[in-house]
């Protein structure tokens, strides 16, 4: 840290996979924390107060709590998203009109700076729902006249993460593993340690005001590959069965009618048939370090049991991990 800071940070999504992570550095450097957090009294956010963390009570859609939540902070770190639609939590809603209500928050508290999470191949005219959300947040976060920075990670991985867990799950509890189509789409799986660092260096870096960084791990893996790397840190050999994305698709859609949370779901498949790598990753520029390989640093999948390994490819999740 190349400054001490004074006034708490806001971090909406605290309670989150990234948000739990990135609190936890934050108050390792000693830096004062508030939490936007919805339920006060669940575990994750019991959590965060028991390390000192000020729980400010509000939701995303609420611009009212979102208000006094930036009162008196020195910056917001704006996580808060969702990958999944259910109900009347849309892309629309959450991850694109609650960026502008952030905005509108940090605007009317005056707080200048805005670190805002985005995703690799956010564009505001995406054909894929879910990055086209992210992608008009981080429109209207470069229109704002704040002094934001936006990240841009590819799929993140590390303790508590969905993307890795659910697949383990899957090749755990299923003797053959299903591949969207050819398997080849590569990804560049970013550890959620380099995700933090890059957020942390840029708190206090004014440099980096103004920029839009891509973070990408430390080279792209097939879906094929990622897989793989699974069955081989879990001890297992699977067969793999290759289908068509319209296959998945309907057996996706059909899955998301009878589970509460399934597996996979149609928006999410559709993000498997697209590459997601970094070609200019900021990674190691702004962390000082190689970022950490998925390969070999993926050990916390050996601690899903086979219980909650069937029940996440039943639809009923996986456990909460924080
Ligand atoms: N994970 C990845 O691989 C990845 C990759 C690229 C970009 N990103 C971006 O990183 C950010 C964080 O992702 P994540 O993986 O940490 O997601 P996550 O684990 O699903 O956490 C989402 C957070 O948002 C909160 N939230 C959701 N709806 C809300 C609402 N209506 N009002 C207030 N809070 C609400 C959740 O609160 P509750 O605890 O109350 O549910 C939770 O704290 C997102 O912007 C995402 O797009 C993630």
């Known amino acids: ?80 998203a969702i990958i999944r639609q259910r109900g009347k939590a849309t892309y629309a809603e959450v991850n694109y009109r609650g960026t502008l209500n952030v905005i509108e928050a940090a605007q009317s508290a005056r707080v200048r700076r805005l670190l805002h999470m985005s995703a690799l191949g956010a564009n505001p005219s995406s054909p894929y729902p879910y990055l086209r959300s992210k992608g008009l947040a981080a429109e209207a976060v470069r229109q704002s006249g704040l002094a934001y920075t936006i990240f841009r990670p590819s799929v993140i991985f590390g303790e508590g993460d969905e993307f890795v867990r659910l697949l383990a799950a899957v090749v ?110 900021a990674t190691h520029d702004l962390t000082g370090r190689v970022p950490l390989s998925l390969p070999g640093n993926i050990d916390y999948v050996k601690q899903i049991t086979w219980w909650e390994a069937f029940r996440a490819v039943a639809g009923f999740g996986l456990p909460k991990w924080n």
């Open 1 to 80: 840290m190349s400054k001490r800071i004074g006034e708490p940070i806001l971090v909406t999504g605290a309670t989150g996979f990234v948000g739990h992570h990135l609190v936890h550095w934050l108050r390792k450097s000693e830096i004062p924390v508030r939490a936007l957090v919805r339920q006060p009294s669940s575990p994750a956010a019991q959590k965060l107060a028991a390390t000192g963390v000020e729980l400010a009570i509000g939701q995303i859609g609420d611009p009212a709590s979102l208000a006094r939540a930036a009162q008196g902070v020195g910056a917001i770190i704006h996580l808060v």
């Open 172 to 281: 755990k509890a299923l003797p053959i593993v299903p591949i969207v189509s050819s398997g080849e789409n590569r990804l560049q799986p970013i550890w959620i340690g380099d995700v933090v660092a890059a957020i942390g260096h840029c708190l206090t870096d004014e440099a980096t005001i103004g920029q839009s960084y891509d973070l990408g791990g430390p080279f792209p893996l097939s879906y094929e590959q990622i897989v793989d790397t699974i069955s081989e840190t879990l001890g297992v050999h699977r067969r793999k069965l290759h289908l068509s994305l319209p296959l998945m698709q309907t057996i996706a859609q059909i899955l998301d009618r009878l589970l509460s949370a399934p597996p996979v779901t149609p928006g999410l498949l559709s993000l498997l048939e697209i590459e997601n790598v970094a070609s200019r990753s």
